[in-house]
């Protein structure tokens, strides 16, 4: 069998591949959860504003000044440093913090939430009212094909496709589309699945917005003769989002689909410091989706508490990308390979029972 | 309407939340920062999602899959993914128990 004769699984969100999720209970299922005492856990998930305002205070004053170097020395080499930074200050670090303030988790108080969800949907290009859907979807059928909206390599994978991500072409080509559809007032089959009908009018609306001020930084381009202002706003979510995609590629990929158990579909990895500010933590990905009302935080904190019943994590980005690559070069013969990896003596067995490819061969640990 | 003997009053701490079932149903029983009861529906009315294992604040219960918000003392549902609200029940103490009226 060559590679041209596997056929790619239905990814869709109406096909066969949902109606089978719903008839066989993986849809909505319950999930495996590591035993946390409730008073640990409560005291884990209290919201507190100090992190994430000191977090946000460095983030918009590095912005403001790599962007405002970036201005000044426009025109030379000593701007490239500085659009450098500003790309992945405005590029990356835009997801974590729409991600996290999309859960609510980040500030304690709602409105900061709010505010800091609005700027960073807006940078990272993504409808602010469709995505919170989307990501919720995600979180309740986690790499559930047919279900998850949000799975980045679906089998077999196309490297090719993994590669554009890092220059953001083909998400935001896709975000776009979406948004110019959106800001027209339609909306596909597929996020009327996840979105209620109540909120339909207010993805529209924030799509309109967006594209006015994505419009407004183009003309302003023009009139000036300059690609300087769209350097500053839109184009930096191409050529800075290499971190979000070098972080966010290893959060599932090469790992189980269809199953109700975190640990068999996501990946926690040590990472260095820089990055985890710049990805608030959600290296503990593991951690993040059996828990996800733990604010970034306090992911350290969780990860030290529930490790033994987790595989041990990857101790660096290098060697995650070694252990996933793998996998993604052998699943494009043999789609249903997938790793799986070893528990530690102290972990409770995997659960198994909505796992319907038990028979496929797996993986085991890289060491 | 039947009034039920849920727990004991100090079987729910300030400021939070457990579960209650009976007959079938489950319910959230509710103990707030000024130590008043109340009771909702024990599931989120996006998913099946048990409210006993959320955050309590203030007079908001956080469901802990998707973080949507509902005012417990009244039902209404505060913030996405949550739209629709919850059912909520009278609830009083007598003596060192809490009694929930289910209908």
Known sequence: ?367 | MPWIRACEADDIDAEDVIRFDYNDHTYALYRSPDDQYFATDGLCTHENVHLCDGLVMDNIIECPKHNGRFDYTTGAARGAPACIALKTYNVKVEGNFVMIEID
């Open chain 1, 1 to 367: 069998m060559t590679i041209s004769d596997i056929q790619t699984r239905d990814y869709s969100l109406t096909g066969d591949n949902t109606r089978r999720a719903v008839e066989t209970g993986l849809a909505s299922a319950q999930w495996y959860h590591t035993d946390v005492p409730r008073k640990v856990m409560k005291e884990l998930m209290q919201r507190r504003d100090g992190p994430a305002v000191r977090d946000t205070i460095i983030w918009l004053g590095l912005l403001a000044a790599s962007g405002a170097g970036g201005a000044y020395f426009w025109g030379t080499w000593i701007c490239v440093p500085f659009f450098f930074v500003y790309g992945v200050l405005y590029g990356s670090v835009c997801d974590s913090r729409w991600h996290e303030c999309g859960h609510g988790t980040a500030f304690r108080t709602r409105w900061m939430n709010d505010v800091v969800y609005q700027l960073a949907s807006f940078m990272v290009f993504r409808n602010p009212v469709s995505w919170r859907w989307s990501h919720a979807r995600h979180h309740t059928d986690t790499v559930i094909v047919g279900r998850d909206p949000e799975i980045a390599f679906m089998r077999p994978p196309n490297l090719v496709e993994g590669l554009l991500h890092y220059v953001g072409l083909l998400d935001v080509m896709a975000s776009f589309g979406a948004m110019v559809r959106n800001a027209c007032g339609t909306l596909t089959s597929s996020e009327k699945s996840y979105i209620p009908e109540s909120e339909w009018s207010k993805a529209i609306t924030a799509a309109r917005i967006h594209m006015a001020i994505y419009l407004a930084a183009a003309i302003a381009s023009l009139l000036m003769w300059s690609i300087l202002p769209m350097m500053l706003v839109g184009l930096p979510r191409f050529y800075g989002c290499w971190h979000m995609f070098m972080t966010g590629l290893l959060q599932h990929g090469g790992l189980a689909e269809d199953v109700v158990d975190h640990r068999l579909n996501s990946r926690t990895v040590y990472m260095n410091p820089i990055s985890r500010w710049i990805y608030w933590n959600m290296n503990y990905h593991v951690e993040h989706h059996m828990f996800p009302m733990v604010p970034y935080h306090a992911l350290p904190r969780l990860h030290a508490l529930i490790k033994d019943d987790l595989p041990e994590p990857n101790p660096s980005i290098w060697h995650a990308y070694v252990e996933m690559v793998r996998v993604l070069l052998r699943q494009r013969s043999d789609p249903e390979y997938y790793l799986r990896r070893t528990l530690p003596e102290t972990a409770r067995p995997y659960r198994e029972e909505f796992h319907v490819d038990d028979a496929v061969p797996a993986a085991s640990s890289i060491a």
